[in-house]
């Protein structure tokens, strides 16, 4: 595997508000993302995943561990991989065209330039006919079929998506997902993802991360040997089944300890 992305021991402690504990977000996790491999992370509400993602963005500085970037440290990794935090975030006085632009326009780019190279990608994201609309007429797949646009044009070959599809209802989310397989086989990013859906991390993944609670760690690596290109119908099959089990059930186990914790 040509390693990309490389996270070693990494911990991150929260300083403490007077008269309360530090808190304890991560502790020792460690993993490796393949050059165009598409890693999912599992793991309860609350336990650093987010925190994870935006110190391998560089918006968060680790306590402790490194990460390196093609087998070295960068002097700073803000700017090396592409960030798409949860929400679209889109700017609601700026069309779709111009949202989705933002990132080539701080870069530097032109925005004529930038609107050029947004156009050429507008038909591969379903966004063709609303490149003048505002945020607040696109429906909510729009939004962030818009928002995963500007993270790609900023021209990274790492992504780090949070959530991308959290806020959307059933229907529109599995739309999402087979939507985000095709635009991934064309493009062949590298791409880590943040769910809190095990089914939606075993369509879309070439291997999931389970992470406990807090403080997070990296509790299981499961592969997904199932072929692309996927289906939605492969969800009902019973290896696919299987296969969510076994992710489900250290999260079961983990949440009945904290409940059998708590009730002591």
Same mark, same amino acid.
């Given at each position: 595997m040509n390693v990309v992305l490389e996270a070693s021991g990494l911990s991150k402690t929260y300083r403490a508000e007077r008269g309360s504990e530090a808190l304890l977000a991560l502790a020792d996790v460690s993993l490796a993302l393949g050059s165009g491999e598409f890693v999912s992370i599992v793991g309860p509400s609350g336990c650093g995943k987010s925190t994870l993602l935006k110190i391998l963005a560089g918006l968060l500085p680790a306590s402790g561990g490194e990460v390196l970037l093609v087998g070295a440290r960068p002097e700073k990794l803000l700017g090396h991989v592409g960030y798409m935090p949860q929400g679209d975030q889109l700017m609601p006085w700026r069309t779709t065209l111009d949202n989705v632009t933002v990132g080539l326009e701080l870069a530097g780019m032109r925005r004529r330039e930038a609107r050029e190279s947004a156009r050429r990608e507008l038909d591969a994201f379903?966004?063709?006919?609303?490149?003048?609309?505002?945020?607040?007429?696109?429906? +909510?797949?729009?939004?962030?079929?818009?928002?995963?646009?500007r993270t790609f044009l900023a021209g990274r070959e790492i992504l780090l998506l949070d959530e991308p599809f959290g806020a959307l209802? *059933? =229907?529109?989310?599995? *739309?999402?997902?087979e939507w985000l397989l095709e635009v991934w086989e064309s493009h062949r990013k590298t791409i880590l993802l943040v769910t809190h859906d095990v089914e939606? *991390? @075993?369509f879309l993944s070439d291997r999931v991360q389970v992470m406990s609670g807090r403080p +997070?760690? =990296?509790?299981?690596? @499961?592969e997904v040997p199932f072929p692309r290109p996927r289906t939605l119908t492969q969800a009902s099959r019973p290896d696919f089944i299987a296969l969510k089990e076994q992710l489900l059930a250290p999260l079961r186990e983990e949440q009945r300890e904290r409940l059998r914790v708590a009730a002591q």
């Open positions: 379903g966004l063709t006919g609303f490149e003048r609309h505002w945020p607040s007429a696109l429906s +909510g797949g729009m939004r962030q079929r818009a928002a995963l646009l209802d *059933a =229907i529109t989310r599995e *739309a999402m997902r939606e *991390a @075993v +997070g760690r =990296i509790r299981a690596t @499961v």
